[in-house]
């Protein structure tokens, strides 16, 4: 799908049938163009990555629905061929090209770069060097950036930071970036080190409280970074790894995987309630400034009575849709 959108016909008819019917009763306010498509196997798309996010864009504009819908693209922390420390963040340079041109359409359009970040995979990797507690947004003592001195107590920030630099590095300073997906698995396989239930409520349950504190990272204290879950449903029919089937905050038939407590962390003066949304392409949508959103590329019905409950509590779940590969 990513290469016919290179043609301005084809991505008005997109927005005209998948977007506007749609606003402004469900608040969408950003479309993600393909996901991860910098590293993706299949290197011929990137060609088109670019045109299409311009297109998405000039579409919009057509239809005066650009002023609050942005148009960005998903990517992996692969991207990256450097990241540690945070100020040595550096994209891989057989991608800079196409990376220079990409990251000028957001710098032009105020739109952000979205970056699919995961610590679980570090501590995974190398479960002796990396402390738990600081991918789990666990008290620890942390590390400092040497260059910058700035101090760091979890890795997704770190990270996040990481991207900040790469992105400076191409002359684009000003470019916020959110984190478009992250999650921890609570069952993984047994060399899948960490996947367990009790570690992914402690990491997605701290999330939320930074969330609901309108953190920054490090380097922009004074900018909330936006934070997108990774996900609301398990994906019981997903190939892979057990961990690929198990990142939920609920099950296939919308019964609670684990709690998480966001009835404890929400208050009904700093959250609100927002429709569901989805899209082919992927359409984020973001709540009030002190909410997260929960991302999932599994499509369920929740209007069951307690869910409907727990929703109404909760008072600050966005259910979108992020498919994965969309193309």
């Known amino acids: 799908m990513l290469a016919s959108l290179i043609d301005p016909q084809q991505a008005l008819q997109w927005v005209s049938t998948r977007i506007q019917p749609y606003v402004p009763a469900t608040r969408i306010t950003g479309i993600s163009v393909g996901n991860e498509v910098f590293t993706d196997d ?3 798309l990137l060609a088109y990555l670019v045109p299409a996010v311009v297109n998405i864009h000039g579409a919009l504009a057509q239809l005066g629905l650009d002023g609050y819908i942005k148009v960005s693209t998903s990517n992996s922390l692969a991207v990256l061929s450097e990241s540690f420390p945070p100020s040595a963040g550096t994209f891989n340079t057989e991608v800079s090209g196409v990376m220079s041109q990409f990251l000028h359409f957001l710098s032009s359009t105020e739109s952000p770069f979205w970056i699919n970040a995961y610590p679980y995979f570090a501590y995974k990797d190398k479960p002796d060097d ?3 507690d600081y991918v789990l947004f666990k008290p620890n003592s942390g590390m400092d950036d040497p260059f910058t001195k700035l101090h760091y107590d979890n890795m997704l920030y770190a ?6 630099f790469a992105i400076a590095r191409m002359g684009f300073n000003g470019v916020e970036v959110r984190v478009s997906e992250t999650g921890w698995p609570s069952k993984g396989d047994s060399d899948e080190v960490g996947a367990t239930l009790e570690n992914a409520a402690a990491y997605n349950k701290n999330i939320l409280r930074r969330q609901m ?3 920054g990272t490090p380097l922009r204290p004074n900018m909330r970074l936006e934070v997108y879950l ?3 449903f398990n994906e019981d029919l997903k190939p892979g790894p057990t961990s690929e089937r198990n990142y939920g905050l609920f099950q296939p038939d919308c019964t609670m ?3 998480v407590g966001l009835s404890a962390l929400s208050s009904p003066s700093s959250s609100t309630l927002s429709n569901p949304s989805s899209s082919t392409l992927s359409s984020p949508s973001s709540t009030s400034s002190a909410s997260i959103s929960l991302a999932s590329s599994a499509t369920k019905d929740a209007n069951t009575e307690s869910l409907a409950v727990y929703w109404m509590v909760v008072c600050l779940l966005t259910f979108q849709v992020l498919i994965r590969r969309a193309y």
């Not at 990270?159 to 900040?164: E, N, S, T, W």
């Open 42 to 44: 299949d290197t011929a």
């Open 130 to 132: 990396v402390p738990l």
């Open 159 to 164: 990270q996040v930071d990481a991207v900040i």
């Open 213 to 215: 504190n309108n953190e």
């Open 230 to 232: 990774f996900a609301l």
């Open 257 to 259: 995987a684990y709690n």
